[in-house]
């Protein structure tokens, strides 16, 4: 016997991470992740910036 509510309720769980998955992949990146991303990269030029040997030219 097979409870219609909750197979009902699997198959709009399904549908929703199906949509929820589709919108990820159309909008990209959350902010969390742009900001962690920009962060890293200022630190990275920082570093790169402060490891540059200065010229007598």
Known sequence: MINLRMARKRRDRAAREKDAASARAQH???KA???SRKA???RASR???GAK???DD
């Open 33 to 35: 992740e742009l900001a």
């Open 28 to 30: 990209g990146l959350g």
């Open 53 to 55: 040997l200065e010229r």
């Open 47 to 49: 570093q790169l910036d």
């Open 40 to 42: 890293e990269e200022a």
